[in-house]
């Protein structure tokens, strides 16, 4: 859980990075929903190379999953800057 907001080009970022590298392990999914400054809320899927950020309604507090296999557990952490 994370209370920090995102933009939605710093989450399509962090997505890229998760897809596109295994400096995190083999990420074979993540989803989750993030705030937003703006106070809108990003909703977001990743299923290996493809992800979609779509926009939703609102919920109490920031989430994100990440699934992998031999994943670096705090580098997505990092990677989203939760803490």
């Given at each position: 859980?994370?209370?920090?907001?995102?933009?939605?080009?710093?989450?399509?970022?962090?997505?890229?990075?998760?897809?596109n590298?295994?400096?995190?392990?083999?990420?074979?999914?993540?989803?989750?929903?993030?705030?937003?400054?703006?106070?809108?809320?990003?909703?977001?899927?990743?299923?290996q190379?493809?992800?979609?950020i779509?926009?939703?309604?609102?919920?109490?507090?920031?989430?994100?999953?990440?699934?992998?296999?031999?994943?670096?557990?705090?580098?997505?952490?990092?990677?989203?800057?939760?803490?």
């Amino acid at each position: 859980e994370t209370v920090r907001t995102y933009g939605e080009e710093e989450l399509r970022q962090i997505l890229e990075k998760l897809s596109n590298s295994e400096e995190y392990g083999i990420i074979l999914r993540a989803k989750g929903m993030l705030k937003t400054e703006s106070k809108e809320w990003l909703y977001f899927d990743l299923v290996q190379e493809y992800y979609e950020i779509r926009k939703g309604q609102p919920f109490y507090t920031g989430r994100f999953w990440v699934v992998g296999s031999k994943l670096e557990e705090e580098k997505p952490r990092d990677l989203f800057h939760a803490e």
